[in-house]
């Protein structure tokens, strides 16, 4: 199957092209998606000869994460998706940061603005989520975890001493080494593509605290 995975959430704006004999990807590590953004996709689907219209399937992050690169992200994918007649699949940030081998529990940790985080537990085949202020996310999501220990992934750095104040064991797990479009177009691999490129949403975590009209 060949997927082109593009990720405009976590950091910079990143694409990358997936297909059975290899890949290729291209990061920034700024909010660049608006001026490079299309060059960059451009750029992966030329290094492995190919056009929108020889894909099978794109694939976006959907966020949390970045509230302007999400959107701009999604509105790529919708249109380039639209354009070809091909099936679109969202991926989760907190998929694209959680590493497949993640032992249970997991919190899958999201920044967003400064204070202000979001977050996933996943607790064997249960998944609850929260956002909004540090604090009030780790008490929503926490609160009645008990004691044992607890895998982190993401975005970890603000939160490791305010979960082991709880009594919890931190385990803090690697993260992935590849740009996140590359992990998104990797989990598109085994996601199902939405009923239809419309259905595609994206999740802002926690909205902007000001936002223009």
Do not use: C, Q, W
């Not at 909010?31 to 894909?55: K, N, S, T, Y």
């Not at 099978?56 to 994460?65: C, E, F, K, L």
């Not at 064997?124 to 202020?133: C, E, K, N, V, Y």
């Amino acid at each position: 199957m060949r997927v082109l995975g593009i990720d405009g959430a976590l950091g910079g704006f990143s694409a990358a092209v997936l297909d059975g004999e290899g890949f290729s990807e291209a990061a920034s590590d700024r909010p660049d998606a608006l001026e490079a953004g299309l060059g960059r996709i451009a750029g992966v689907l030329a290094a492995r000869g190919l056009a929108v219209a020889d894909l099978d399937r794109v694939a976006v992050g959907i966020g949390p994460g970045s509230f302007t690169g999400v959107r701009i992200a999604v509105s790529y994918a919708k249109a380039l998706a639209l354009a070809a007649g091909l099936p679109l699949t969202g991926i989760s940030s907190y998929d694209v940061l959680t590493p497949e081998d993640a032992p249970d529990p997991v919190l899958t940790i999201v920044y967003g603005r400064p204070g202000v985080i979001s977050a996933r537990l996943r607790r064997g085949s249960d998944l609850r989520a929260a956002a909004g202020p540090v604090a009030n996310v780790l008490a929503t999501l926490l609160d009645d975890f008990g004691s044992g220990e607890l895998a982190l992934a993401g975005n970890t750095e603000d939160v490791s001493f305010a979960i082991a104040e709880r009594g919890i064991v931190v385990r803090t797990l690697p993260r992935r080494a590849e740009s996140p479009a590359l992990a998104v177009a990797r989990l598109a691999l085994i996601a199902d593509p939405s009923s239809s490129v419309h259905a595609v949403a994206p999740d802002y975590g926690e909205l902007p605290a000001v936002m223009r009209s």
